[in-house]
């Protein structure tokens, strides 16, 4: 699990006004509700209790140890009580990590015949978050509002999800990402701008020449690429011709010297993410398509011909889903099948999809691959199964990143019995005349980062966090408004950058 080295502080907001009693009070409180949150089994991050909060000098150390503390990966803030907003400001204005205001209560249900004054002024989250959330907002502070009961299995889960954006959001911050050659030449979705992508999301993109990989990939042993092929026959069936001993097993033994040495590289460079290029191939014997398929199930990001923006987020959308069932991949949309209410997408790409969202045991072919300098490559095979995910991309619109979200319905193609590389089909949401609209006029990537384990609310989370625009596609989209959205957004955010 990467989440293990992260924690989520949690924060009680108080004040003296009501006496020493209350403040013990509230303590004792929140202290069983961190202690609940905890036992609930609902959440995957630890949330650590980190006391109450009663002055402006105890807010801004609070919220200035989370900034400098590796483990904290979030702030959970709740207002037992009152809580004067204006303490709030000097820490919530340095604050740089993610913030989550609980609006919940200790008790569940007002205590009809005993309640009496005492009793109001100590559970009085109705009042004291609204004073908060006054001051969040005055601040202009993104920030993921939760409500409900806390002991309630569904508050939980909206928590979790952020958590689970939380860890990816911290994952990002040090993330490297090394491409092997520059993006597909001319081609304009896939680039971006680096330096504001490092700014406003995190991560650091770099570039390798291939000449610097090729060493890592000869200097593989015959002997690391003999208990490679055990695993490969522990895992998928081959196509006959390439078994041990038939005439394209060498191939596949070559691929496995590229995973070998890549996954040595990138661990060598500190790398969670890369991209190739078919362009980019002087001194190896193939595409690295194979070698990808098998990086991208143990989690590392990718993006096909220098797509470090799709790499990135395949990476981000990992760590998020971590244990969670259902896989993720790196996709491309195809080929169109109109089909009345069931038309759909073929996603696809040369090679490069990841084998944990096969519907069955993949199978190793080798083919020629005429693209390029790609040459002879092997491949996993599979179709990807049934079931809802969501597709997700972000693309550079100049003066800002736009993040696009569209949830689809994978669905089973027909038997591809001359189609040598692995794929999915899918019919987005609302249907395909919507989804592909609204896709194409937000601008959306023909490359995306896919997963079944992830819902819509995972990707708003992620947005509010990187404070990001976010266009969603789903069964609620019509044309007229999403174009309404894209005006609108266009407004807000030249205003934004103008007033910023
Ligand atoms: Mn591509």
């Known amino acids: 699990m990467e989440y293990k080295n992260l924690e989520i502080w949690f924060i009680t907001g108080a004040q003296l006004l009501y006496g020493g009693d209350a403040v013990i009070a509230v303590d004792a409180h929140s202290n069983e509700m961190v202690k609940g949150l905890n036992n609930s089994g609902n959440l995957p991050l630890k949330v650590v209790y980190k006391g109450t909060v009663n002055s402006s000098a105890e807010v801004a150390k609070t919220f200035a140890d989370a900034n400098n503390d590796e483990r904290c990966a979030g702030v959970i803030t709740w207002m037992h009580t009152f809580s004067p907003a204006k303490m709030w400001i000097h820490g919530l204005k340095d604050y740089k990590k993610p913030l989550l205001h ?113 060493p890592y990939v000869e200097a593989v042993t015959e002997a690391e690429i003999d208990a490679l092929i055990a695993e490969y026959e522990k895992l998928y069936d081959f196509a006959a011709n390439c078994k041990k001993g038939a005439e394209k097993h060498q191939f596949v033994r070559d691929a496995a010297a590229q995973e070998i040495g890549l996954r040595r590289f990138l661990e060598d460079k500190g790398a969670k993410a890369f991209t190739t290029s078919f362009d980019e191939l002087e001194g190896m014997k193939q595409l690295m398509g194979f070698a990808s398929q098998r990086l991208m199930a143990e989690g590392y990001g990718f993006g096909a011909e220098g797509d470090w923006k799709t790499a990135a987020l395949v990476r981000t959308m990992w760590i998020m889903g971590q244990g969670l069932p259902g896989g993720q991949s790196f996709l491309e949309d195809y080929t169109l099948n109109f089909n009345g209410a069931n038309s759909s997408i073929l996603q696809a790409h040369m090679l490069e999809i990841n084998p944990e969202i096969a519907a069955k045991k993949p199978r190793i072919e080798v083919h020629f691959l005429g693209i390029g300098d790609a040459r002879t490559c092997a491949r996993l095979v599979f179709q990807a199964h049934p079931g809802e995910g969501i597709a997700a991309t972000i693309v550079d619109m100049g003066n800002r990143f736009r993040m696009i979200v569209n949830q689809v319905d ?91």
Not at 129 to 146: A, C, H, M, N, Q
Not at 429 to 455: C, D, K, M, R
Not at 460 to 474: F, K, M, R, T
């Open 102 to 214: 609980l609006h919940t209560q200790y008790n569940e249900q007002i205590p009809w015949n005993e309640i009496d004054m005492d009793f109001m002024n100590l559970n009085q989250s109705a009042h004291g978050d609204r004073e908060f959330g006054f001051i969040t907002s005055r601040l202009r502070k993104p920030r993921k509002i939760v409500v409900g009961y806390w002991k309630d299995k569904s508050t939980q889960e909206k928590m979790a999800v952020w958590m689970r954006v939380c860890a990816a959001w911290a994952d990002a911050q040090n993330m490297r990402i090394i491409r092997f050659g520059d993006n597909m030449n001319n081609v304009a979705v896939t680039d971006g701008d680096k330096v504001e992508a490092e700014i406003r999301l995190g991560y650091h993109v770099d570039n390798a020449p291939i000449a610097t990989l090729v």
């Open 410 to 500: 994978v669905i089973k193609p027909q038997p591809l019995p001359k189609l040598p590389v692995a794929c999915a089909l899918w019919k987005p949401q609302p249907n395909l005349e919507v989804g592909a609209g609204a896709w194409i006029l937000a601008g959306g990537t023909h490359h995306s980062s896919f997963s079944y384990a992830l819902t819509v609310e995972h990707i708003e989370d992620y947005a509010e966090i990187a404070n990001i625009e976010l266009l969603i596609i789903d069964n609620n989209t019509t044309i007229r408004s999403f174009k309404q959205d894209i005006r609108n957004n266009e407004m807000y955010y030249f205003l934004n950058k103008a007033l910023s």
